[in-house]
């Protein structure tokens, strides 16, 4: 089982920066993929940016050029810079991890943090 603690949002100025991190603890070897979610008022919640265990990336298209995802093995964490953020960005982001133990795939989801642009 793979276990995801989400920090580092917050309230920023239209054009201002955060970081977001992702750590995971537990059965971290059987992890695949790291993604990040957000989910707006009142919208559903829809993929951010993804890294795959072979170093594979993608990000919608809303946050191309904004947005870094990012990784550091050794502490097991995951980062999603963001950059120039809008109020549309605003949203609780929520980590999902992708674990596969023998041939079973499992979802592991943390908490959300909040991230919240005044314009």
């Known amino acids: 089982q793979v276990q995801l603690v989400e920090s580092g949002g917050g309230l920023v100025q239209t054009g201002g920066s955060l970081r977001l991190s992702c750590a995971a603890s537990?059965?971290?070897?059987?992890?695949?993929?790291v993604s990040w979610y957000r989910q707006g008022p009142g919208k559903q919640r829809e993929l951010v940016a993804r890294?795959?265990?072979?170093?594979?990336?993608l990000y919608t298209d809303s946050v191309k050029g904004r947005f870094t995802i990012s990784r550091n093995s050794a502490k097991n964490t995951v980062y999603l810079q963001m950059n120039r953020l809008k109020p549309e960005d605003t949203a609780t982001y929520y980590c999902?991890?992708?674990?596969?133990?023998?041939?079973?795939?499992?979802?592991?989801w943390g908490q959300g943090t909040q991230v919240t642009v005044s314009s």
């Open positions: 537990g059965s971290v070897f059987s992890i695949t993929a």
């Open positions: 999902n991890a992708i674990s596969v133990i023998s041939a079973y795939s499992r979802d592991s």
């Open positions: 890294i795959t265990s072979d170093g594979g990336i």
